[in-house]
């Protein structure tokens, strides 16, 4: 080959490489035009999103011009959890809760700070030394967040659902599913229950009021849920937050009989995808998305 051929040959490789870098770039602008374009619509109806991170949790709660974010997935889902919140035209977070410090529930948490507003923060006042808790962290540092570590009884307004924080965490740094910040919510005559990973010492804490939906604690771990709390709680409808054929066989099947038993009907992650619950206050409907 002369060299002028083979020069050609270079110059074509690297023009064709510079269209491909082009065609990428393009994308990714229009992508994030897209995102920054949908327009938020207030609704009246409260919705609740249980978003599919595979074996992790992220819920979206929506109403009136007012959101909260509880939980973010796992490092790996933090830019498709900011991607399904941006879809929905919200670029502010009213509350953005990590309720506790574990990978699955935190791991996102960065990107969440990092791209979209965030007014109030809430945590559980427990430390860990891993490299995720420190990249949160940090994102809170950067954007000069002030974290609360809410008690019990505190309570807030996200549009006009009314959310509680039901208990005060339990500090053992050998097991920080004990720190779970739970919140109920109320909506007109609806309510909803979101565990966390709390254990069943946690349930234990005190007596609980009839519950419409409950978020199932630890991905339907036989840790949790226990039957004197469902027993209480009775829930209508319960979600299980879950991955496909996740290492950790979960959800229990003991779990799964004692929801049975009170006639729950349950939703998984796993099976369903991305479930919304949504309600006037008066009914619920569930809508797979
Ligand atoms: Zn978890």
Redesign the pocket.
Known sequence: MSKKRANDKKIIKIFIALIIAFIATLQFIIQNVEDDNVKFVAEEDLKVYFIDVGQ??SILVINKDQTMLIDAGGNENGKDVVKFIKSKGITKLNYLIGTHP?E??IGGLDDVINNLDIENIFMPKIQTNTKTFEDVLDSIKNKNLKVTSPEKGTSFNIGDANCQIMLDPIIDENNLNLSSIVIRLEFGNKSFLFMG?AETKNENLINWKKVDVLKVA??GSDTSTSKKFLNQIKPEIAIIMVGKDNIYKLPNSETIKRLNNVGTKIYRTDEDGTILIQTDGNSLDVLLQ
């Open positions: 992790a949790d574990h699955d529930h990973d630890h991905h």
